[in-house]
């Protein structure tokens, strides 16, 4: 986390009392206010966290390094993280909270930098919400171990699933649409992230969406403005399903679902099929979001 943001979080504390940072919603309205609108994806992370309990789990431990580890690991499990961002979320609770210094070790990811690309029919203007909207579709298809077909009771988390991240990560509002099965494996218009998942029920998700729209909710989870369509925006959107697949898996588990892993996100561009791309070819419940500011 960048030093200006970890002084501003140590200003909140300081004059309104650590107990906002333990209430999710007071503490969004509160950080928005001293941020003012600027650290976007710091606060985005920061406020998922809290969301999970993690600043409550570390004001009140009295094991405080056990707890740090337990909690990196469970946003990277259960909401899709990335080790270092977890770590980075974990370590600065704990210094603003509790003024611990101490820096959490984690496994070295390999990141994915911008290309330096020159200016050609690459590039584009920014993106821009047409009417103020863009759609997503979310895609889910699984087998259930425990017998039966795809049931709604394990459909609705993923929706439930892609609607928080929409709003926490990319901060726009996901309304959901018409639901329809689908039935055979068809080509797929526009860029695809998808992510496997096993446990009692195994199967896939997938986020399909245009190239514009990948653009703009790259833009946003990036807190810049992205132009070209290039390895970081197709990394972003890997990270959008898997945030989307960890927070379902999370919310599967609360209603005794178990999922036990999920897998490594892939990317695909336009023009190839579900088969082509190796899923499992069955039927699928697809679920349009229109996504708002």
């Given amino acids: 986390m960048e030093q200006g943001f970890i002084d501003i979080l140590k200003q909140l504390v300081e004059e309104q009392v650590n107990a906002v940072m333990l209430d999710s919603k007071q503490f969004k309205s509160v950080l928005t206010d001293y941020t003012k609108n600027e650290y976007k994806k710091e ?5 998922q966290a809290v969301e999970a309990g993690v600043a409550k789990a570390i004001k009140e431990t009295d094991n405080l390094p056990a707890c740090k580890r337990g909690k ?20 600065t609770l704990a210094l603003v909270l509790r003024g611990d ?18 200016k050609s029919a690459a590039s584009q203007p920014a993106p821009k919400l047409e009417g103020g909207s863009y759609k997503i579709e979310v895609n889910v298809s699984f087998r259930d171990h425990r017998g039966g077909g795809m049931k709604v009771e394990c459909i609705n ?19 959901r649409c018409n639901v329809y099965l689908q039935s055979a494996a068809k080509p797929v218009t526009g860029v695809t992230a998808w992510i496997g998942f096993t446990g009692d029920i ?9 190239k514009e729209t990948a653009l703009y909710a790259a833009s946003a989870m990036n807190g810049e403005t992205l132009t070209v369509f290039d390895d970081l925006v197709k990394a972003t959107i890997e990270e959008l399903v898997n945030m989307t697949a960890g927070v379902a ?7 005794g679902i178990k999922i036990g892993s999920i897998t490594k996100p892939s990317f695909f561009d336009d023009g190839y099929t579900e088969k082509d791309a190796n899923l499992v070819d069955k039927d699928a419940m697809v679920m349009p979001f229109e996504v708002t500011k």
Avoid: H, W
């Avoid at 469970?74 to 974990?90: F, Q, R």
């Avoid at 195994?202 to 245009?210: F, H, K, P, Q």
């Avoid at 898996?249 to 209603?255: G, V």
């Fill in 157 to 175: 988390p993923f929706a439930k699933s892609f609607s928080y991240v929409s709003e926490t990560v990319i901060n726009c509002k996901a309304k």
């Fill in 72 to 91: 990196i690991r469970e946003l990277v499990e259960d909401y899709g993280l990335s080790p270092e961002v977890s770590a980075a979320i974990v370590d």
């Fill in 101 to 118: 210094t101490s820096k959490s070790e984690t496994q070295t990811e390999t990141k994915t930098e911008k290309p330096q690309v020159e």
């Fill in 249 to 255: 898996k999370n919310k599967l588990n609360e209603i």
């Fill in 202 to 210: 195994e199967g896939r998700l997938l986020l399909t969406m245009s």
């Fill in 43 to 47: 606060s985005r992370f920061l406020i």
